[in-house]
T-cell receptor
Framework: AQSVTQLGSHVSVSEGALVLLRCNYSSSVPPYLFWYVQYPNQGLQLLLKYTSAATLVKGINGFEAEFKKSETSFHLTKPSAHMSDAAEYFCAVSEGYSGGGADGLTFGKGTHLIIQP | KAGVTQTPRYLIKTRGQQVTLSCSPISGHRSVSWYQQTPGQGLQFLFEYFSETQRNKGNFPGRFSGRQFSNSRSEMNVSTLELGDSALYLC?????????????FGPGTRLTVL
């Protein structure tokens, strides 16, 4: 079964600084990887998705993530943080139906991103 | 294209009652999934419906049930509510495969059990 670990439940960066949110996964098959963002009192919104087409994935709002198989990582980055980026970010991994099991999609615990003015 | 809608947005119930939550997916989406989100447990998968059939189920007691209608709208029901059922319940729709397709989430229903 797949699993995902997000390092750091809270990350604080200054406005204009680099944003780096860490995600490590485990999977027995080539995974599908997702980053979602959740703003207060809202549902989750997809930022980007990795499906093996390219290791560097560009998403919305200037975010991107790089798939590193050797490190089993899929860290999310943004060159310059904006105040509007303050939100909860979730990494998720799926093995597709080849992975079997009832819940083939696993979400991390989330990282709360705080932007300091 | 209209997004995923969930009703009601907020609910307050007492222990022992039952509750029904509703979800309307994006037009054309046939897969509807339900999640429970709490501060302690994070996002936990409840079940997924596809073409009116439950396709997958998470590890929740039988008090949690759901169904899907022919127009893909879905409802979930929780019977004999417990304090621990207080959570944000999220509905997500995808075109066909929630494990590989993008899921589009609704704003959630905030359930408080007193």
């Amino acid at each position: 079964a797949q699993s995902v670990t997000q390092l750091g439940s809270h990350v604080s960066v200054s406005e204009g600084a680099l944003v780096l949110l860490r995600c490590n996964y485990s999977s027995s098959v080539p995974p599908y990887l997702f980053w979602y963002v959740q703003y207060p009192n809202q549902g989750l919104q997809l930022l980007l998705k990795y499906t093996s087409a390219a290791t560097l994935v560009k998403g919305i709002n200037g975010f991107e993530a790089e798939f590193k198989k050797s490190e089993t990582s899929f860290h999310l980055t943004k060159p310059s943080a904006h105040m509007s980026d303050a939100a909860e970010y979730f990494c998720a991994v799926s093995e597709g139906y080849s992975g079997g099991g009832a819940d083939g999609l696993t979400f991390g615990k989330g990282t709360h991103l705080i932007i300091q003015p | 294209k209209a997004g995923v809608t969930q009703t009601p947005r907020y609910l307050i119930k007492t222990r022992g009652q039952q509750v029904t939550l509703s979800c309307s997916p994006i037009s054309g989406h046939r897969s509807v999934s339900w999640y429970q989100q709490t501060p302690g447990q994070g996002l936990q998968f409840l079940f997924e419906y596809f073409s009116e059939t439950q396709r997958n189920k998470g590890n929740f007691p039988g008090r949690f049930s759901g169904r899907q209608f022919s127009n893909s709208r879905s409802e979930m029901n929780v019977s004999t509510l417990e304090l621990g059922d207080s959570a944000l319940y999220l509905c997500a729709s995808s075109y066909a495969d929630r494990l590989t397709d993008t899921q589009y989430f609704g704003p959630g229903t905030r359930l408080t059990v007193l």
